[in-house]
């Protein structure tokens, strides 16, 4: 069975809790029957650009196990992100597998207005947006979702209380997609899929923020088809790559 884990990072974020090499981190998902990961590095919450190229040097030298995932910024043509039509040339040539951005610690709106320039750019390639689950920043999905159609956004371990913000944007926009790890509600993954289908959820552990056995425990043991249990353990994912321009 293929498992693709897409919330992991390498290097320093917190005091205790990191992955400094990539094979600690490759050993982890062995341990676990992780086939793949998409992993961002911690570098690139201090300097993109290098922390950026680190990863994608790791992920080259993973034999496919490890997927990069660049840590992308609004102020495109400033001092750390170049200028719109450089980067996206440089993500088309260099094909990072998604993009992580982070609003909330960087400290601005998601939105056309502050951050247009940018999401045209993941938009026109299709690249999938990773966003640490904020409950405040879903008020601004719809509107998001509309500005941009065609941009994939994912978000990252929503916590069960947010059903009812959840269960809206899975039934009334098509690219909401749902990192399952945290909910842990009993029976709300199978509410989910009976409801608005399987296409919506993926499988993501937090690694090395929390190990990956309570969230694979939720995805393999839910009361699934195989059909339904292999699209987000891997499928819908896939599915998300293969649809990239």
Known sequence: MRITDINCSLGKRAPRQHFSEAGVLLHTLDRY???QAVVYHADALWNAGCGNARM?????????RLQACYVLRPNLGGGEMPAAEVLHDRLLDERPAAVRLFPQQDGYP????????L???LAALRLPVLLEYDG??????????????QLPVV??????RQVHILMPLLAKIETVLVDCGALTDNGLIEEIVR?????????????PHFLPAGSLGLALYARLTAEDRANILAGNWQRLQEGRA
């Open 33 to 35: 029957r992780i086939t």
């Open 195 to 207: 409801r608005h289908g399987s296409r919506h959820l993926l499988f993501g552990s937090g690694m």
């Open 155 to 160: 978000l990252l371990r929503p916590p069960i």
């Open 110 to 117: 998601l939105d056309r207005f502050f951050c247009g320039e």
């Open 56 to 64: 994608r040097e790791i992920a080259a030298a993973s034999g496919g």
């Open 119 to 121: 999401l045209e750019v």
């Open 136 to 149: 405040g920043m879903c008020a601004g999905l719809p509107a998001l979702t509309t500005d941009f159609p």
